[in-house]
């Protein structure tokens, strides 16, 4: 009997070991980068005094930075891109850790800036992040201990299962432009923010910076401009990257600008851009947070993309009356905001189609538009009446046909053909008025745009504006002064002069 | 649900952070009022108020997309450059900001349009040539984005900028004997643009097999541009070739 009571111990006792096991973080800690820091080297002490400072907890089995020296140097080589990223995924399995925690320590005027990421080591996806401005590094060492000490395992898998579904983002370069050099440079701790910032405040999947920016062709050659290597999107695509993060920090005499996009790797297209002054560059840290939690609304609650596609190709598509694109490549991506959204589909002899779309953020709504072939039944009544005298019936099918149309090109004749004949057949001049500016309005590239200042002229002269009807007529000849609108403006400015 | 509470438990946990970021945002944004550059856009603001015309419009607008595009806001450049084309089509900078704005944004089609009606306007305007380089290469159209580099750096035999990104594509195509003349051209017309010389270093590294060289022009590299944010890579890159830093 005792014997069976002792076996139960026994196992009782077993179980809770094997159940302890399974709850155990398995960490190490890689050197804090300080490379920022030439002078006072503060990475070294910071991971030491880290590693013992979690060595005492209970929950907590972690291996010191020496027993997994040649890991961290070769995780160095590939961050540094020496070696291939594919060494890693070879002996991540023989290091008896599934966390890593990665970190730095940069200075930004007198305050220190740290921090640390827990990633694993098989997904370099991060499962906990913290970031601290402080005074001494000391501190902030304490702090960051303090936040993984609190953390549990279970917590970190219900808080990775809480996010499964959404995308990864990975931040992959900062740019820095300034005429002067600055004091300090920016890009490479406000990285380290914007990672911690997106780890620890959004809801999204953030693929280490480290791996995501430095392990992805980081000896590409580098292009001038405002544009990043075209290969970059297929790199972050393949590394199940969704989104990446690029931006600049610039850097003028009395502020510096914080630009920020955020691409889609699969359609290679930027989905969001935001900017940020900023004046004080302490103000840094919380700037990252402010930045992360726009980034993470507008990834998770505002954007996404809706396909057009038309018959015919190359329809000019308007977005909430904004021009948003054509589809002449066959098919046009327009990223939206979330909520409803008029859709206006031209294209030069057909019908302008409208609809209204509720468009939900986070999916790819795909619309198909057969765009229905005018029939010019209307502009032809209404020539027919004009040349006829019977100007009113001439002025409503013309605005039969501009509605049919819905502001497409064709319609611009009709728009003039109506300001024509309010001003000098009906002797409507504020109508004429309202018509004629409003062909300058819709019409910026029209060939008719100059026999429109034309009209806009002599309706004011018919209003008695004299003024503005010499200004229209100034504007005319110096930005038209080919047209015959201009030949014809010209003899009213001498009918000026004479009086 | 549960899991979504636990998720911002856990996140509040890990907020080691000021929680004021909302109001130091907005007070850095009330701070920046005052800058120069900050100034300068809204007096091109008060302009485009109280212009007369539909031209003084447009050259307002432009002013205000141009200093957006120096403070690389993207999206306000766009909005600016919109305007000008809309009041004033005919404007050849106008047309070629905004092209650049979609290339900011990513819309190279529409950027490749606004830039040939730019170049339309006036066919020696060097930038608006660069800039269709540029939308051409994100298009993956790498011989029409070398023609155009090479007509701006006719039109202006100083443009280090299309040069190093001419050389780029001759690379990228492997015309490796024109990369690094480019490359060197854009050293002479500017040396102390550091882009070439890193540029230089990875084409004798990866392409020409020529350690030598390769070592010399990331040292450089490094000697023009000594606060370089790559510096710890590119010195690690010397090393792995067998130089001393």
Redesign the interface.
Known sequence: MKKIIFVIILLIALCGVVVSQEDLIKLSIAPFDDSNLVLEKPGITATETLTQLLSHKKHLTVRTPDAIRNYTELLEKVQLGIEEPAVLKEKSSTLQIDYLIVGSIGKIRDKYELDARMVDVDTWKIVSACGIQTGSVNAGIDDIASAFTALHKNDIQQSLDAIKENAAVGIHEFREHYENPPDALYCAPFMEMLTSALASKTKNIVVESKFASHLIEEKAFEMTGIIENSKADAMFAIQGIAYRIIGDIRVFPDMMTVNYKIVNTGSQSVVFTGSVDVVNPSSLRAISIAIAKIIDDALNNRIGNLTITTTPVDADIYIDDSFAGSTKNKKLLVVLQKGNHTLTAKAEGFKAFTCQTNFVPNKTTAITIQLERITERYLQEAMVFESQGQYEKAVDRYGRFIQETGNTSEANVALYRTGHILLNNLKDYTKAKETFTTLLNNYPEAFIRAEGYFGLAQTYLAMGNKDLAKSTIDYLLQHYPESNAAQEAKAIIKTFEVK | MK??L??VI??L??????K???A??E???V??K?????KEIEKYKIQLDKA????ERAVASNQIAQLQS???????MLEYA?KA??Y???LYMSRYLLG?SY?????Y??AIKELEESIQLKSDFALAH??LG?AL??K?KYPQAIEEYLIAIKLNPKF??AM??AA?LY??TGKYAEAEKYFKNAIAAKSNFP?PY??LG??Y??RLKNKALAIEYYSKYLKVRP?A?D???TE??IK?LGGAL
Do not use: H
């Open positions: 899991k979504l636990l998720f856990i996140t946990l890990f907020s080691c952070t000021p004021d970021e909302t130091m945002l007070q850095e944004t701070q920046a005052r800058a120069g550059i900050n007369p015309n539909d031209y120096e403070k690389g806001n993207a999206a306000l919109q084309v809309k004033q089509p005919n650049k290339n900011e944004v990513g819309r089609d529409d660069y800039e540029n290469y994100k993956y280090y900028q190093n990104n780029l690379a990228e882009t890193k540029n990875i084409l590294e990866t606060n944010p510096r710890k890579m690690s890159w792995a």
